[in-house]
């Protein structure tokens, strides 16, 4: 597991920066109810992605909260007052306080279903009868693009996936979120290449391959071997969903499945 903290001040700059954020902002907020006036972003990072959300629409009301003290710092400096350091799994909120909760590049990182199903059931809490809440699922399976690189990666040990979709969405059904929506965005500049990939595996991106271990370097000779060391292979294709929780109330999601 990375070091959020270590990984705050290059985070941006190393996940496609400003045009990675507003695909994803713009992703979200295709989910989120046009009637939505307060929203929390849960594990909000650095805030590149929570200050476009705030941003999309007058009268929107924002809150970002992350575990990281660095990332907490920095999402506080770009939007001041709207960010507080919590824990996913028990959030400082009242309970049905927001219209919309959006999860975005948290579930992968829980350590198993149990944490899983905590984060969702503190997002279905805080969330309003009529509100929608958006989670990116399946991420690791965004990054596998066909490339060579993926070729040389897929025999690499296996990890746990416990943000796989059949996971969330049993999460959201046993707290009352119903179906709500799908939609996909780029991760642009996020495309891998070989150097970048070698870089990666030596700082313990890859749980499964320790870095410094005979396999992580074995994998890295490999990739050492690809051509075009430089050349960044295609962006991941990451994937939301959206789940409503049930009220007589006049909320409706803003647009189409996409």
Same mark, same amino acid.
């Given at each position: 597991? %990375?070091?959020y903290?270590?990984?705050?001040?290059r985070y941006?700059?190393?996940?496609?920066?400003?045009p990675?954020? &507003?695909?994803?902002?713009?992703?979200v907020?295709?989910l989120?109810?046009?009637?939505?006036?307060?929203?929390?972003?849960?594990?909000?990072?650095t805030?590149?992605?929570?200050?476009?959300?705030? $941003?999309a629409?007058?009268? %929107?009301?924002v809150?970002?909260a992350?575990?990281?003290? &660095?990332?907490?710092?920095?999402?506080?400096a770009?939007?001041?007052?709207?960010?507080?350091?919590a824990?996913?799994?028990?959030l400082?909120?009242?309970?049905?306080?927001?219209? +919309?909760v959006?999860?975005?590049?948290?579930?992968?990182l829980?350590?198993?279903?149990?944490?899983?199903?905590?984060?969702v059931a503190e997002?279905?809490?805080?969330?309003?009868?009529?509100?929608?809440?958006?989670t990116?699922?399946h991420?690791?399976?965004?990054?596998?693009?066909?490339?060579?690189i993926d070729?040389i990666l897929a +025999?690499?040990?296996?990890?746990p996936?416990p943000?796989?979709?059949d996971?969330?969405d049993?999460?959201?059904?046993g707290?009352?979120?119903?179906?709500a929506?799908?939609?996909?965005?780029?991760g642009?500049?996020?495309g891998r290449? /070989?150097?970048?990939t070698?870089?990666d %595996?030596?700082r313990?991106?890859f749980?499964?391959l320790?870095?410094? +271990?005979p396999l992580a370097?074995?994998? &890295? +000779?490999r990739?050492?071997?690809?051509p075009?060391?430089d050349r960044?292979? $295609?962006d /991941?294709v990451?994937?939301?969903?959206?789940?409503?929780? /049930?009220s007589?109330?006049?909320?409706?999601?803003?647009?189409?499945?996409?």
């Open positions: 597991m %990375l070091d903290d270590e990984e705050a001040e941006d700059a190393s996940r496609g920066g400003e990675r954020a &507003a695909a994803a902002a713009d992703a907020m295709g989120v109810p046009d009637g939505a006036r307060d929203l929390l972003d849960v594990a909000c990072g805030g590149i992605v929570t200050r476009r959300l705030a $941003a629409r007058a009268g %929107l009301r809150t970002g992350d575990l990281s003290s &660095a990332m907490t710092r920095m999402a506080a770009r939007l001041p007052g709207a960010v507080v350091r824990d996913s799994r028990r400082p909120f009242g309970d049905a306080r927001f219209d +919309a959006v999860s975005v590049w948290l579930l992968h829980m350590s198993g279903p149990e944490d899983v199903r905590a984060v997002c279905a809490r805080v969330l309003r009868p009529g509100g929608v809440y958006v990116t699922v991420k690791g399976a965004s990054h596998n693009v066909g490339s060579d070729a +025999a690499r040990p296996r990890s996936v943000d796989a979709s996971t969330v049993a999460c959201a059904a707290h009352g979120l119903l179906p929506g799908e939609a996909r965005f780029r642009r500049g996020q290449s /070989p150097r970048r070698i870089a %595996l030596r313990g991106w749980v499964t320790p870095p410094g +271990a370097e074995e994998f &890295a +000779a990739l050492a071997e690809l075009d060391q960044p292979r $295609a /991941p990451f994937r939301l969903r959206a789940y409503r929780k /049930p007589g109330g006049n909320l409706e999601r803003s647009g189409g499945d996409r």
